[in-house]
């Protein structure tokens, strides 16, 4: 984050005129828009399935509480390779509609899936589990007495559920929309591909098309402001979050019962979520890959699967194994020192991968650079770029990023262990370092694995960051995907995002059991 600033401040105010007399207000105006579509799509789809679920009760309803949360599988950008293939002139849907009409391609408008609606309908599709998830838990430990309360004083079913459970769950709606902004404002592919400018965009363009350093670092730092205030409400809104009973005692909500009109309706509501956001994209890429003469097993392909695995599990290892070390000293040393620590490690969450990517690029580029201008001159030795041409620059890169879902994931459960546990385990004779191995790791075995789980997957599905920072000839089944959709070569892009797919089902799936969704 010093190193965007320091870079950007220093880049000149020539850059930053030429930026706002150029690009920097279609930029901002664009991410505006784009922020503002994808939290108005999220919190109505989620919040709506998430009531619809746990209030009431229709055929299908304990399926689709599962499959609800099915599309946070998707990458945005897998999702957007696969509607363009289906939505297209040349897709399926159009050629089928002028098959039937004898319409030629200029006698009827269709709605163009390039554009800043179709990135914002691809980004609302897979991020709206996050509200999905967050309003659910929170509509389940509503107390049934307040809604009973509003009912008798005269308010239907609608009106309650408006001034009354939508207020009480406010506090985690609002949280699972700003967690689905932060993954808007981090995203490049999807917007990359449909040709959609925002800063992320804007970032690799200047980079790497017009080579324009200060220019990047400018707007990285644009995009790093608006995301740390993102990411400050966020923490405001967990931080001022509180529970009351509203009553003496708590009583479950009776789910209603729904018939005819009224459960056809609500099977509905919840059953298009899944099926443009997991149904429908996945039947496009299994047909796309079925079509593809491209063959997973083949030593080219089978180069990629290794690259995104070596890099998904040494930052998987590393990421966690910092978490524990960070959450371990504050269980030890609850100081302020420790817990400011902890803080910092956990910012990552809410910068983007570009804008990260950049972070780490000018400093270390600055040092190779140095190093090797003095072996140069000292020893006559030519070092060249030993640490930014290397996986070790993308796997810290993927260690800021991801930290913070390590920590957390590794944080609730080490809140479930007593401390007293801890103090009879040094009474024992153990000190820090064993008790740690011995009694910690054991007791927290789900809880590392699903860290380890999650991070590992994010980084397989990670495209910005990876895209800026890969050694030359060193590309992953993300940047595979990535680059064959830019050439619009659809088939073939699709046997790596099945891949990619295939993986995330992996943690959204243990997050379902997790959150009881399997159990109820």
């Known amino acids: 984050m010093f190193a965007v600033a320091f870079a950007a401040l220093t880049g000149g105010w020539d850059v930053t005129g030429r930026l706002a007399e150029t690009v920097l207000p279609r930029y901002a105006a664009t991410t505006a828009i784009l922020v503002v579509i994808v939290g108005i799509g999220t919190a109505i789809i989620?919040?709506?399935?998430?009531?619809?679920?746990?209030?009431?009760?229709?055929?299908?309803?304990?399926?689709?509480?599962?499959?609800?949360?099915?599309?946070?599988?998707?990458?945005?950008?897998?999702?957007?390779?696969?509607?363009?293939?289906?939505?297209?002139?040349?897709?399926?849907?159009?050629?089928?509609?002028?098959?039937?009409?004898?319409?030629?391609?200029?006698?009827?408008?269709?709605?163009?899936?390039?554009?800043?609606?179709?990135?914002?309908?691809?980004?609302?599709?897979?991020?709206?589990?996050?509200?999905?998830?967050?309003?659910?838990?929170?509509?389940?430990?509503?107390?049934?007495?307040?809604?009973?309360?509003?009912?008798?004083?005269?308010?239907?079913?609608?009106?309650?559920?408006?001034?009354?459970?939508?207020?009480?769950?406010?506090?985690?709606?609002?949280?699972?929309?700003?967690?689905?902004?932060?993954?808007?404002?981090?995203?490049?592919?999807?917007?990359?591909?449909?040709?959609?400018?925002?800063?992320?965009?804007?970032?690799?363009?200047?980079?790497?098309?017009?080579?324009?350093?200060?220019?990047?670092?400018?707007?990285?730092?644009?995009?790093?402001?608006?995301?740390l205030i993102l990411a400050t409400l966020e923490r405001r809104q967990r931080r001022f979050q509180r529970h009351h009973d509203a009553g003496r005692r708590f009583e479950r909500m009776e789910p209603v019962q729904l018939r005819g009109r009224a459960a056809a309706g609500a099977i509905a509501a919840c059953v298009l979520p899944v099926i443009f956001g997991f149904l429908l994209p996945g039947a496009i890429l299994l047909n796309l890959a079925w079509g593809a003469e491209q063959i997973l097993f083949t030593p080219r392909y089978l180069g990629f699967l290794q690259h995104s695995l070596t890099l998904s599990t040494i930052a998987a290892l590393l990421t966690v194994g910092a978490a524990i070390a960070l959450g371990f000293n504050v269980r030890l040393r609850p100081s302020r020192g420790a817990q400011t620590a902890m803080r910092i490690a956990g910012i990552g969450y809410a910068v983007p991968g570009g804008v990260i990517a950049v972070g780490i690029l000018f400093p270390f580029a600055a040092f190779d650079n140095a190093l090797d201008a003095f072996m140069e001159a000292s020893f006559g030795i030519d070092t060249g770029l030993l640490i930014t041409g290397s996986i070790w620059l993308m796997i810290a890169a993927y260690m800021v990023r991801f930290m913070a879902v390590a920590l957390n994931t590794y944080e609730a459960g080490l809140a479930t262990v007593n401390t007293n546990i801890d103090a009879v385990a040094r009474t024992l004779g153990h000190g820090p370092v064993p008790m740690l191995r011995r009694v910690h790791v054991p007791i927290l075995r789900p809880s590392i694995l699903t860290a380890l789980l999650i991070v590992f997957v994010d980084v397989m599905k990670e495209l910005p960051a990876t895209l800026i920072l890969r050694p030359f000839n060193y590309d992953t089944l993300a940047v595979q995907a990535h680059r064959l959709a830019s050439d619009e070569r659809l088939a073939e892009a699709a046997v790596p995002s099945l891949v990619i797919v295939a993986v995330g089902l992996l943690p959204v799936l243990l997050i379902c059991r997790q959150v009881g969704l399997y159990r109820r």
């Open 46 to 227: 989620g919040t709506s399935t998430a009531w619809l679920v746990t209030a009431t009760r229709f055929p299908g309803q304990r399926i689709l509480e599962v499959a609800l949360a099915l599309p946070l599988a998707f990458p945005a950008y897998v999702l957007a390779y696969a509607y363009t293939d289906f939505l297209d002139h040349p897709g399926m849907v159009q050629s089928t509609l002028r098959d039937l009409t004898g319409w030629g391609p200029r006698d009827y408008w269709f709605p163009e899936i390039r554009s800043l609606g179709g990135a914002a309908a691809m980004l609302t599709f897979v991020l709206y589990p996050y509200v999905y998830l967050l309003a659910r838990a929170a509509f389940l430990r509503q107390s049934a007495t307040a809604y009973i309360a509003a009912r008798t004083l005269g308010q239907g079913p609608w009106g309650a559920f408006f001034r009354v459970s939508v207020p009480v769950a406010r506090p985690a709606i609002a949280g699972g929309v700003l967690l689905a902004l932060m993954e808007t404002l981090a995203d490049y592919g999807t917007v990359a591909y449909f040709g959609v400018q925002t800063f992320a965009t804007g970032i690799y363009v200047s980079w790497f098309g017009l080579f324009d350093r200060p220019a990047a670092a400018q707007l990285a730092l644009c995009l790093l402001v608006v995301a």
